[in-house]
């Protein structure tokens, strides 16, 4: 099994940046993609930025130019610098890991259970 576990949430003012990490543990060899999902209230959670094993990146409309996916395979690591947050980027933002490539008709075989994002207007 795939332990992942988020960090780096919180609250911010509009126009801030946050870093969220997610540190996965365990049977980490079955890690291929890596994603961030993020659930804003009353709304589905939405996939929103994956990167594979070899670095390469998709990002929703809502976050480009602005959110940043990274990973450091070394420490099995993933991270989302986002930059210029707005108050609808506030969320629960997931972390999710599965031996394939992740695209939105597909579910991870791990998750991790968020953190939370708040930002004021």
């Known amino acids: 099994q795939v332990q992942l576990v988020e960090s780096g949430g919180g609250l911010v003012q509009a126009g801030g940046s946050l870093r969220l990490s997610c540190a996965a543990s365990?049977?980490?060899?079955?890690?291929?993609?890596m994603a961030w999902y993020r659930q804003g209230p009353g709304k589905q959670r939405e996939l929103f930025a994956p990167?594979?094993?070899?670095?390469?990146?998709n990002y929703a409309d809502s976050g480009k130019g602005r959110f940043t996916i990274s990973r450091d395979n070394d420490k099995m690591t993933v991270y989302l610098q986002m930059n210029r947050l707005k108050p609808e980027d506030a969320a629960v933002y997931h972390c999710?890991?599965?031996?394939?490539?992740?695209?939105?008709?597909?579910?991870?075989?791990?998750w991790g259970q968020g953190t939370q994002v708040t930002v004021s207007s």
């Open positions: 999710g890991a599965d031996s394939c490539p992740l695209g939105p008709g597909r579910l991870p075989a791990s």
């Open positions: 365990g049977d980490i060899f079955r890690i291929n993609a």
């Open positions: 990167i594979t094993s070899d670095g390469s990146t």
